[in-house]
């Protein structure tokens, strides 16, 4: 349902990951996303960086992954050759790697050892240095090009944005691609290509989402356990998917008064509470990349619409898909203190079709006055996300964001939280609404200093 629902930016594009020094990863096809990655929209992370450098006084940018290198240092220059075309030199230094290298260096200069004998391969592993490029060809067309890790020479990608009336095209190519999974691990795809089509401008009402994806090469855990099992949406093959969805926002109370005149709110969308609904989404697909069809653990899952043949490596499938977000906020988030206190819970049906088949034998069961199923239980149970903010002073406020999962099977953690990210936020108020925010993933041992424009 992330790939379907176009609240947030779910539109399975790309997000914020620390993984890597192009700050981005994609989820993989049919996994939740991990919480604390960026779901709005947002520009790319060159410019994010050139942002902070410019005009929040932050020459370097930290991120943390606990997998990777630990604690990282990121700098941009952005270069302007012409109204249409910019360059950017990319910079990361590892902070724990140069840490080591010091100690160490500290330590062969007491045995006499000179620092310019290997100086050379000391700067290779502890800065990572990238290049990119983005030109508009036309008002509605625009070319990105990036590499990364150039001293290594092991990542790189290239995305063209088209704007089209109502709608985006975006085609993409990455080698590797990086994807993350439901539990925070991440896999490289050595080429992956995809064509993504999706309507924009619409708050509610009727959207829609075409995606073509084809990965080649044999996916691999990056900077994971190796035991890890290949997702199967990640194998080599061709996919395509479709999905419609209906949105419906309904305010159950609305209050416009109180507000301080003459006075800009810290966040113009940070100011009233409403009740949203999002509604019926029908999702289909194709080729090898449905090879989770074919297995009986994710075909007993679903009772979905589903054809599947083996011999022409073919698959396509449909189901329904809903969400319910309540949010209930006090406060205009225009006073220095306390002024904004915001609760929000959303739940998620990933399958309309395994929820419905719940849902009739457990009304069948209460009809017959049967001990309902435990597993039949756990079928019509949602996905549930809570969210707490609270203004802390001025601008700045303190969030946590955590899933929790509901498991009748387990006698001692009936309802149980399964992760938490804790951010604290910095409205920018003289952009309307933006922020800049700092999270921690304490599960994933994760961190990130990003931008996000017109997120509630």
């Known amino acids: 349902m992330r790939w379907l629902t176009d609240r947030e930016g779910r539109w399975e594009l790309d997000v914020e990951s620390p993984a890597t020094m192009e700050g981005t990863a994609r989820p993989v096809p049919g996994d939740p996303l991990p919480l604390g990655l960026s779901r709005g929209p947002r520009v790319t992370r ?17 991120s943390f992954s ?27 230094l590892h902070v ?19 620092w310019s004998n290997d100086l050379k391969r000391h700067l290779h592993d502890v800065i990572s240095l990238g290049a990119g490029t983005e030109l508009l060809i036309t008002p509605d067309t625009a070319l990105l090009l990036e590499l990364y ?7 790189g990608k290239a995305i063209i944005h088209h704007k089209l009336p109502q709608q985006n095209l975006t085609l993409a190519a990455s080698w590797p691609g990086l994807f993350v999974d439901k539990q925070g691990v991440y896999w490289d795809v050595p080429l992956s290509l995809s064509a993504d089509l999706a309507s924009v401008g619409s708050s509610s009402g009727l959207s829609y989402h075409l995606l073509l994806q084809q990965n080649s090469g044999e996916p691999k855990c990056f ?24 949105k419906r926002s309904i305010d159950a109370w609305r209050k416009k008064e109180d507000k301080l ?6 966040d113009a969308f940070l100011s009233d509470p409403h009740v949203s609904f999002t509604g ?45 977000t309540f949010t209930a906020q006090h406060g205009n988030f225009q006073r220095l203190f306390l002024d904004l206190t915001r609760v929000s819970a959303r739940l998620d049906i990933s399958s309309g079709s395994l929820f419905l088949r719940g849902a009739s034998r457990l009304a069948q069961d209460f009809f017959f006055s049967r001990r309902p199923d435990l597993e039949t239980f756990c079928d019509v149970c949602p996905d549930v996300i809570v969210s707490l903010q609270q203004q802390i002073v001025g601008p700045f406020s303190f969030r946590v964001e955590s899933s929790v999962a509901i498991d009748p099977r387990s006698q001692d953690h009936f309802v149980r939280v399964d992760d938490s990210v804790f951010a604290i936020d910095w ?15 304490p599960k994933h041992q994760e961190a990130m200093v990003e931008l996000r424009f017109f997120e509630v």
């Open 427 to 441: 409205a920018l108020k003289v952009l309307g609404s933006a922020k800049a925010t700092a999270w921690y993933s």
């Open 149 to 155: 890790n150039i001293n290594k020479g092991d990542r």
């Open 280 to 324: 019926i989404v029908a999702s289909g697909s194709l080729g090898d990349c449905s090879k989770r069809i074919s297995v009986p653990d994710e075909t007993r899952k679903s009772n979905a619409f589903r054809v599947f043949h083996e011999r022409n490596k073919f698959a396509a499938c449909a189901d329904l898909f809903a969400s319910v």
């Open 66 to 92: 606990a997998s990777r290198a630990g604690l990282s240092l990121h700098h941009a220059h952005l270069l302007h050759l012409a109204h249409n075309w910019s360059f950017t030199i990319l910079e990361q």
């Open 96 to 114: 724990q790697k140069l840490v080591t290298v010091v100690k160490e260096k500290l330590s062969n200069r007491q045995e006499g050892v000179p």
């Open 46 to 62: 060159t410019k994010q960086l050139d942002f902070f450098h410019r005009f929040m006084a932050s020459p370097l940018v930290p």
């Open 223 to 246: 900077g994971g356990d190796e035991t890890n099992d290949v997702p199967l949406a990640l194998l080599p093959g061709l996919c395509a998917k479709a999905a419609i969805s209906i």
């Open 261 to 266: 005149k003459m006075v800009q709110p810290y």
